[in-house]
């Protein structure tokens, strides 16, 4: 069953029928798709998109208690032609990391792209693991 709308509800939509048409007229402007397009960047929803996801991806797995100064220094001390890392990757197809200042590692352009978002836990955790199951 809808739930209509409350009597109060009604009466402030007639009295304010100008904002929520500008309201609606913003909402619409934003769907269009000149809003996604640049002239000569074929590729910038994509690129727009890819950084939203980064972003949210980020805030969703910071935890509460996590330090974030420790995190803004290990991005500030990072050392020239070195790129930051998650050890544990936050997208993994195994395990899913935090964005916490000891799951940050440097490594250059070269061991980050071999890498990709793959996670390969060291032996004596894995046979840890095993034998708590048991």
């Not at 402007?29 to 949210?56: C, D, F, I, M, V």
């Not at 991005?75 to 050890?87: K, L, Q, Y």
């Amino acid at each position: 069953m809808k739930k209509l709308p409350s009597p109060l509800t009604i009466a402030w939509c007639k009295k304010n029928k100008a904002l929520i048409q500008e309201m609606n007229a913003k909402f619409d402007k934003k769907k269009s798709p000149e809003h996604w397009t640049r002239p000569g960047e074929p590729n910038y929803y994509k690129t727009k998109l890819a950084a939203h996801k980064l972003r949210a991806e980020k805030l969703n797995r910071l935890p509460r208690w996590a330090d974030e100064q420790e995190i803004e220094k290990v991005f500030r001390d990072a050392p020239d032609g070195v790129e930051i890392d998650h050890v544990v990757p936050m997208q993994g197809a195994l395990v899913s990391g935090l964005h916490v200042a000891n799951n940050l590692q440097y490594l250059t352009t070269k061991e980050n792209a071999s890498k990709h978002n793959n996670f390969k836990p060291r032996r004596s955790i894995i046979y840890r693991a095993s034998i708590s199951l048991f």
